[in-house]
Each structure stands twice: as C-alpha cells, then as structure tokens.
T-cell receptor
Framework: QQQVKQSPQSLIVQKGGISIINCAYE??????FPWYQQFPGKGPALLIA?????SEKKEGRFTISFNKSAKQFSLHIMDSQPGDSATYFC?????????????FGIGTKLQVIP | DAGVTQSPTHLIKTRGQHVTLRCSPI?????VSWYQQVLGQGPQFIFQ???????GRGNFPDRFSARQFPNYSSELNVNALLLGDSALYLC?????????????FGPGTRLLVL
C-alpha cells in the first residue's frame, strides 16, 4: 500500500532550468510534509518541510507548493545546478500513538546536465 | 558537532544468521528511529525509540528488534536473515519524539545477505 505516491521516478533537467517533483497522499491524518535529499552513499538530509495550513514555502532556490484539497504537494528547484543531482524523497508524517510516523515516497533521481 | 554515526558501514551475512547494527545519535537527541531502504525505494519505518522505550513500530516481522541504551545509542537486531533483508539500514535521531521534529539521518549500514 503506497500511501505517498511520487513522480517522476527520474528527471533530467538542464542547468538553470526548473526541476519539479510531485507527490500525492491518501491519508488525511498526515500533517507534516518534509522533503529529503540523498546523495549516493549518504543518508537522506532534510531539505525543506511544510505544514498543511500553508500553501507555499520557499527557502532559497527550493519551493514547496501544497494543495490540501487535492492532497498533493510538489517541490520546485529553481535555477537547477549540477550539484543538485541527487535522489529526492517526499515524505508525509503523522502523530501515531505518541510518536512521529514518517512515510516516504519512492524517490526521484534528478540529474542536472551542464 | 558529530552527526549521527552508524556501524558497521557494510556487512555481508548468510541466510539464517543474526546481525546487530549500531547507531549513535546526535548529542542531546533522545529519539532514535530505524529505517530500511531497499535499492530503488524510499526508506521504510521500522522502529522509533524514545527515552529507552519503544514508541512506534512499522510493519516488520518479529525477527526485527531494537533497543536504546541510557546514553541514547541504539542497536537494531535482525534474526534468521532472509535474502530480502538485504538493504541500507538507516538510523535517524531527533531531539524529541513528536510531531514535526526534524530527523537527522546517519549514512546507513549496507547489509548484504547471501
């Protein structure tokens, strides 16, 4: 049961372009939506996160757009750089019996070409 | 400050054997979570421990167990290894256990079961 659906699974963008990764969730109990960036051989690192009472959050070149009614959220990477080449995971989190249960998407492998 | 550390970095075992993976959280962090990341997939939640008690458990068989020590470090144990247990095992720490807490991931232990 895939509770967080992520697309595309791979993405190639030219340097300077916009990278867009989309996620959709089913469980309306999710109430915290982080994005993680993972480089080969490393663990995931938190990139940016949003709560459902906000429709957009921007940090530098990274923006999350959130549509609560559609149960969808997306990551936009503006002015994409070769150093952004990594795997990106969306996630959805909810309180579950006193702990934070985090469900990850399948991941998007981003390649930014010069 | 040191980040989350995990040991060993790589491990090869045969079916039926037992394995113990170790994690040291960031100093001051009381919560440790374990995730399994199969190649090409997002991390899947296994356990969360907080103040030495199990607070949450994912959909994993009883062959998987864990514990947290007074210094907040943690061990993940897997008995009767199966080929399908081959994966990257990630440990994440956070200050507390609750909603919206940022989880900081270690580099993982890559387990290969032959």
């Amino acid at each position: 049961q895939q509770q967080v659906k992520q697309s595309p699974q791979s993405l190639i963008v030219q340097k300077g372009g916009i990278s867009i990764i989309n996620c959709a969730y089913e469980n309306t109990a999710f109430d915290y939506f982080p994005w993680y960036q993972q480089f080969p051989g490393k663990g995931p690192a938190l990139l940016i996160a949003i709560r459902p009472d906000v429709s957009e959050k921007k940090e530098g070149r990274f923006t999350i757009s959130f549509n609560k009614s559609a149960k969808q959220f997306s990551l936009h990477i503006m002015d994409s750089q070769p150093g952004d080449s990594a795997t990106y995971f969306c996630a959805a989190s909810r309180e579950a019996g006193g702990y934070q249960k985090v469900t990850f998407g399948i991941g998007t492998k981003l390649q930014v070409i010069p | 400050d040191a980040g989350v550390t995990q040991s060993p970095t790589h491990l090869i075992k045969t079916r039926g054997q037992h394995v113990t993976l170790r994690c040291s959280p960031i100093s001051g962090h009381k919560s440790v979570s374990w995730y399994q990341q199969v190649l090409g997939q997002g991390p899947q939640f296994i356990f969360q421990y907080y103040e030495k008690e199990e607070r949450g458990r994912g959909n994993f068989p009883d062959r998987f167990s864990a514990r947290q020590f007074p210094n907040y470090s943690s061990e993940l144990n897997v008995n009767a290894l199966l080929l399908g247990d081959s994966a990257l095992y990630l440990c994440a720490s956070s200050k507390e256990k609750g909603w919206g807490e940022t989880q900081y991931f270690g580099p993982g232990t890559r387990l290969l079961v032959l």
